[in-house]
């Protein structure tokens, strides 16, 4: 076993950053339903003999139960701590000497599960795989020593102004829902979770009736849907109820929120708008624009190159499950973080006000276009983007025809959209640190 991984993990090393089908993007994706009825989505490349695995387990770490905040943050971050008669070593010594990779990640509205598997020994992988979902140890001492881990980070999140300012914002923007509160949970709540509540989590996430599955690699049809039934076949059809939407309280305003520390950082944001809106493509490419576009977005130009007010600044448009937003972040001195403040406003006043210009909209629209393939660049990215498209709900030949829906933006569409979407008197502003000449106008 030990000659299978010296001679395959370059192989798969080499299939992880080379393999990339063409930059043009012609994915030909199919669609597999497997006899127990999970649909996935395969991209066939069979020029190196490995697949790329992505696995999407809807309702992520909002499926906490009530009081067990952290719950399946740590549930998760313990299913390569062993399954079956594994401890922690044997699995990562199991998954070497396969020359397999397999990681876990929980955010909000997701529990994600990637892999990495070479052909030759893609059935005793998925084999391992499979015992880490279904089968997790939870071993004590493997529970304790990541609860540990877990406890250390919520330790230097209290002294860190970037997370405490985003905590803030979760809390004052989603209030009781979940995304109100940390995903990690507190140290309270994590020191008090127990095996049954790691195992309640568990049962509420891995369930048949919320998982997406994407696989590109050197694999058929019938030998993926038997794969996946093999991998997901025992899971129970049903999990937890999933969450409901937020109810996004925006009010405008500033709150204030007194750290000592030199420089305040500061999170803004607006309603934002859903995934299928039809205005979503003119105001991705505005927000391009405003606070996407790196250094030549015009926050970044009026903020930081012009009054040097920060090293950096950047919007986005925040597609949560259960609620739209429209935020920014910038950080800046105490004593210059209120004419940072009003900067952004009077841009966001005047983009809506005055709109565009035609060569900031070629400009952004070039970008974002060229940049769009670079995405591609192997099997395991591109497992990753169609499993997101199913996700969001978006078809096949969304891959083929992005570009195009983003060229046939016009300057009427995204100016109209500055008008009608852009709101000043909705853009909250919590701030973390002891700001100058600024007060709250939000309780």
Do not use: C
Request: glycine letters at 8%; proline letters at 5%.
């Amino acid at each position: 076993m030990i000659h299978v991984r010296v001679l395959f993990a370059p192989l798969l090393a080499l299939a992880l950053t080379l393999t990339a089908l063409p930059a043009r993007a012609e994915v030909d994706i199919k669609e597999v339903t497997t006899p127990g009825g999970i649909e996935a989505w395969l991209v066939e490349e069979h020029s190196l003999p490995f697949v790329a695995l992505e696995l999407r387990f809807r309702g992520g770490t909002s499926l906490d139960a009530e009081g067990k905040r952290g719950a399946v943050s740590l549930m998760t971050a313990l299913l390569e701590e062993g399954s079956g008669d594994l401890d922690s070593r044997g699995f990562a010594r199991a998954a070497e000497e396969l020359a397999a990779e397999f990681s876990y990640n929980a955010s909000d509205d997701a529990v994600s599960v990637s892999a990495r598997f070479l052909t030759e020994t893609r059935d005793e992988a998925i084999d391992l795989l499979r015992a880490s979902i279904a089968d997790p140890a939870f071993n004590p001492q493997a529970v304790e020593r990541v609860r540990a881990q877990i406890v250390s980070i919520l330790q230097s999140d209290l002294k860190d102004p970037d997370e405490i300012v985003r905590n803030a914002f979760g809390k004052l923007v989603f209030g009781d829902h979940p995304y109100g509160t940390p995903e990690n949970g507190t140290i309270e709540s994590v020191g008090a979770l127990t095996r049954e509540d790691l195992e309640a989590a568990h049962k509420a996430v891995f369930a048949r009736d919320r998982v997406y599955v994407s696989a590109v690699g050197d694999i058929s049809e019938d030998e993926l849907a038997t794969l996946i039934d093999d991998l997901l076949g025992d899971l129970p059809e049903t999990g937890a109820p999933l969450p409901g939407e937020a109810d996004v309280n925006l009010p405008g305003g500033v709150q204030v929120v007194d750290y000592d520390t030199p420089q305040s950082a500061v999170i803004f944001g607006q309603p934002g708008l859903e995934r299928d809106d039809p205005d979503f493509f003119a105001a991705y490419v505005l927000n391009h624009i405003i606070g996407g576009g790196g250094f030549s977005s015009r926050l970044m130009t009026e903020v930081r190159q012009k009054r040097g007010l920060t090293y950096g600044i950047y919007s986005y448009l925040s597609l949560k499950d259960n609620a739209q937003t429209w935020i920014g972040s910038v950080s800046s001195a105490n004593d210059r973080v209120a004419e940072a403040i009003e900067v952004i406003r009077d841009q966001w006043a005047s983009v809506k006000e005055n709109g565009v210009t035609a060569e900031e909209l070629e400009d952004a629209k070039t970008y974002i276009t060229g940049a769009y393939p670079l995405r591609f660049d192997g099997n395991g990215p591109i497992a990753d983007i169609a499993v997101g498209m199913q996700v969001d709900g978006l078809s096949k030949d969304y891959i083929a025809t992005r570009n195009d829906k983003m060229n046939a933006v016009t300057l009427e569409d995204v100016n109209r959209v500055a008008r009608e979407r852009l709101d000043p008197d909705k853009l909250t502003f919590v701030v973390v640190g002891q700001p100058e000449g600024l007060n709250s106008t939000i309780n």
